[in-house]
């Protein structure tokens, strides 16, 4: 079995796809947090990560010492790994479709969380809130009213179910009760949820990660 060392910082946003992948495969990995500051700067221990990385940027999966980048692709090459990726060329163009999907909303949220300018900032909050998520959660709750298995690609779990189970929980926590109500508008997408975070595997990791502002 390969060594697998994920570095990534000390929250959840694009590594916690990665974290549940492992999780879910119960294969063993070594969770490596750079450490942030309160305004979210990251420790001096970054400046050397960055160098060894092929973007200079995080997260990197070390593979037996080997560095792969980029979130999308550390979660397609572990669920292709973890026969997480769908069991057709077509279902598995559906989890890459769902994937970008939640990113839709993980990068918007994320860039709001960055922003500085207040009035930008809100602004760009209720953009988030009132037509990016619906429109992205909106389409979710179509195609899993449709799927009556319960997953949102096949009658399997995929990376697709992963990946919109770490966002919503996500947006959650980034939003607080907005985040609540607005999952808890849709409700296939609110049972999805619910299902997700039922499987043995995901309960046990949400239980013993660490605690993290986001």
Do not use: C
Not at 121 to 147: F, Q, Y
Request: aromatic share 10%; hydrophobic share 45%.
């Amino acid at each position: 079995m390969p060594k697998y060392k994920l570095i990534y910082f000390n929250l959840r946003a694009r590594g916690e796809i990665i974290r549940l992948l492992f999780s879910l495969a119960g294969v063993p990995f070594e969770d490596y947090r750079v450490d942030l500051d309160e305004h979210f700067n990251p420790a001096a221990e970054y400046a050397e990560i960055k160098k060894a990385a092929p973007f200079g940027q995080l997260p990197v999966l070390e593979v037996d010492g080997e560095n792969l980048a980029q979130s999308h692709a550390i979660e397609r090459f572990l669920a292709r790994e973890f026969g997480l990726d769908g069991e057709t060329s077509l279902q598995k163009a559906k989890v890459d479709m769902w994937i970008e999907g939640a990113d839709e909303i993980l990068r918007r949220v994320s860039d709001n969380i960055e922003e500085h300018d207040a009035k930008k900032k809100a602004a760009d909050k209720n953009r988030i809130m009132t037509v990016v998520a619906p429109a992205v959660l909106g389409a979710l709750e179509k195609t899993l009213s449709l799927n009556k298995g319960g997953f949102i690609v096949g009658d399997k779990l995929t990376v697709a179910d992963v990946a919109f189970f770490s966002v919503q929980d996500w947006l959650k926590s980034a939003y607080k009760e907005e985040g609540v109500s607005l999952v808890a508008g849709y409700k296939a997408v609110d049972q999805h949820l619910t299902k997700i975070s039922k499987i043995p595997a995901v309960a046990d990791w949400v239980k013993k990660r660490p605690e993290t502002p986001f």
